[in-house]
């Protein structure tokens, strides 16, 4: 397992997952997830988020205290090692790294850092025809004087909506953002046909790292309003709605909060902390049933989420569902035999077998 063993510092943020999920994937594989910058690192990953950290040049700024020496690993890179990404698929990939560079006109470090952010996507080293076009694309519109930074953006952009740089024709638009050609017009990088394209806008990530510092500084006003930006800005990533429906219960706005965590899972089916959250909301307002689907939608998408089979054990418990509660009380089990819940477990299970022996005996 490439992680095992490994202390992971993440510059940016990954798409769609919580730091705590991170945290427990990380752990799960045999690693350390960093909380800051330390010598003590071993592998680096950078997210898409971290584009503002490459250089012209190629290179890419590194927080203080990291070791220079440590590898450097782009997202779908650790998604993969995570077991979120399914592998790159199997094509011809006979090209090396000093023919990418020769034939796209490329230097060592702007490939590597095309390489960083998942514009090419090689495997042990061997790159695929479509890499090529992609950097060509790439150096195209770094001769024309494009930033190396808007070129990654509009990369990872066309992935996030199933298009690629090495299928797209860029050019810049009348405000000096990235915009797609299509039959001689322009249209935004979604391929939306448009007009007038405003200047680009603070980031997601800054708006992002803004709100959850308002969240903590229990300014919820602020944070609501930041978070409702980021929503409109990228209407893919599933933590943006989550934070905003944890601001919206905070504030005792729990209708909205449903709505907000619906929408975490509309982005993403798998997200299992919002599915937890309308779980306890649907406990809150006695819809038993509705807490028990959410809570196994919970568990479906998160396995190893104890504190969701321990709250499906609770309530199929209460409900009497003694058959579906034991073996909820014993997974929760199996996932935290130490913790200080584990004695409310035992206790139930035993009090569940003695009450499914008393169905047994009264049904002959």
């Known amino acids: ?65 990291l070791p220079a020496t440590a590898p450097l690993i782009s997202e779908n890179v650790l998604r993969r090692q995570l077991g979120l990404l399914e592998p790159p698929p199997e094509v011809d990939r006979s090209m090396r790294r000093a023919e990418i560079e020769r034939l ?26 479509r890499d090529l076009v992609a950097a060509r694309e790439a150096a195209r519109l770094l001769k024309n004087g ?21 299928e797209a024709r860029l050019t810049e638009g009348p405000s000096g953002e990235l915009v797609r050609e299509i039959a001689g017009q322009l249209a935004d990088l979604s391929g939306q046909l448009t007009m007038r394209l405003e200047q680009k806008a603070r980031s997601v990530d800054d708006l992002l790292a803004e709100a959850e ?9 602020t ?17 943006l709605p989550f934070n905003l429906g944890n601001v919206f219960q905070a504030q005792g706005r729990s209708t909205e909060a449903k709505v907000a965590w619906q929408i975490a899972v509309a982005r993403d089916p798998a997200f299992a ?39 499906l054990a609770l309530l199929l418990t209460r409900l009497d569902r003694c058959d579906e509660a034991l073996t909820a009380w014993q997974r929760f089990l199996e996932l935290e035999p130490s913790s200080s819940q584990a004695g409310i477990a035992q206790k139930a299970i035993a009090l569940c077998r003695m009450k499914i022996q008393q169905d047994r005996a009264q049904t002959g």
Not at 151 to 166: D, F, M, P, Q, T
Not at 227 to 236: C, F, K, N
Not at 289 to 305: F, G, I, M, S
């Open 213 to 221: 510092q308002a969240e903590e500084q229990g300014d919820l006003a």
């Open 273 to 311: 902390e919002a599915w937890y959250n309308l779980a306890l909301a649907a406990e809150d307002e006695q819809q038993s049933d509705l807490a028990v689907a959410e809570y196994r939608r919970a568990v479906k998408a998160q396995p190893d989420y104890a504190d969701a089979h321990f709250n």
């Open 223 to 239: 944070a609501e309003s930041l978070y409702s930006t980021a929503m409109r800005a990228d209407t893919v990533d599933p933590v």
């Open 146 to 166: 494009v930033a190396i930074g808007d070129v990654l953006e509009a990369s990872i952009a066309l992935r996030r909506r199933g298009a690629h740089l090495a």
């Open 104 to 129: 796209a006109g490329l230097s060592p470090n702007l490939v590597s850092c095309l390489v960083l952010f998942d514009v090419l996507e090689p495997v042990d080293d061997g790159f695929a025809y």
């Open 1 to 65: 397992m490439p992680l095992a063993g490994q202390t992971l510092y993440l510059v940016g943020r990954i798409q769609g997952l919580t730091r705590r999920r991170l945290d427990q994937l990380v752990q799960a594989r045999g690693g350390k997830l960093a909380t800051r910058p330390t010598a003590r690192v071993t592998t680096i990953a950078f997210g898409h988020s971290a584009v503002t950290q490459a250089l012209d040049d190629g290179r890419v700024q590194l927080p203080p205290g």
